[in-house]
């Protein structure tokens, strides 16, 4: 087991990135909407996390839910984006482009990777529906991406060990490899054991029933999705703890 291993806890709310940093973990990921997998935080959100957080904040840059394949519009609003976090004091920027052949946005990428600099870049797992995983970590370590999430182009990062590992030995020192995807106590270990990876990316929400007294459960708020509005979701910083005591024993 590593001596130091980097935890980073993927959260969407600025309640959910305190309990987690109570939870001891290193760094969050602060997103909007994870039933979508994850879209961009409010300004408000991103401002008041830094106020509330001495440890590593990196927002999602995504503006929408769905595929990574997006419209000029789509791109100028990720543009946009970068420079609100920045602005905001974020520690890093977390975003993935593809072409319609599954191949990573090269160009897009560039522009975003210059557009948020001196902070670092993360390519979460629109890389694990890319076409060709060895393919895309070149192109990533070539644009200067600092680090690439990644559950092994599989369901979990469990399932994707083998993967995760030939990536972590073909990456070197050149880029991080971040293994998120599924990860819990019962699997921290294991999983940094036999990939290698120093950095793990952990979710650990727990749902507790809405405060609201009066509730008129005939108008959903969702769409084809229903989610339950009297039901909340947080991170659980005992969960966080359980995850960080593992890879840290």
């Known amino acids: 087991m590593r001596d130091r291993v980097l935890v980073e806890a993927c959260v969407e709310s600025v309640e959910s990135a305190v309990a987690a940093a109570e939870g001891g973990v290193d760094r969050v990921e602060l997103c909007d909407a994870l039933v979508e997998g994850g879209t961009t935080p409010s300004a408000g959100s991103?401002?008041?996390a830094r106020e509330r957080l001495d440890i590593g904040l990196c927002v999602m840059i995504r503006p929408r839910g769905g595929d990574f394949l997006y419209t000029d519009l789509e791109f100028e609003i990720m543009r946009r984006d970068v420079a609100v976090a920045r602005d905001l004091g974020a520690d890093g920027v977390v975003f993935g482009l593809l072409r319609p052949d599954g191949a990573i946005?090269?160009?897009r990428s560039a522009r975003l990777v210059e557009d948020a600099g001196p902070l670092p870049v993360t390519f979460h797992r629109a890389f694990d529906v890319s076409r060709d995983p060895m393919e895309s970590l070149a192109t990533l370590i070539d644009l200067g991406v600092r680090r690439v999430l990644t559950s092994g182009q599989k369901?979990?990062?469990l399932e994707g060990l083998e993967l995760i590992g030939k990536l972590v030995r073909t990456a070197g020192s050149r880029?991080?490899?971040l293994a998120g995807g599924g990860?819990?106590?019962a699997n921290a270990a294991q999983i940094v054991a036999e990939t290698g990876v120093s950095e793990i990316h952990v979710y650990a929400p727990r749902r507790f029933p809405s405060p609201m007294e009066f509730r008129n459960e005939m108008v959903p708020m969702g769409m084809t999705y229903r989610p339950d509005e009297y039901?909340?979701?947080v991170t659980d910083a005992a969960a966080i703890r359980a995850v960080v005591e593992r890879v840290r024993r």
């Open 155 to 157: 369901a979990t990062a």
């Open 183 to 185: 990860i819990t106590p």
């Open 175 to 177: 880029i991080t490899i």
């Open 105 to 107: 946005d090269r160009e």
């Open 46 to 48: 991103i401002r008041l």
């Open 231 to 233: 039901v909340r979701t």
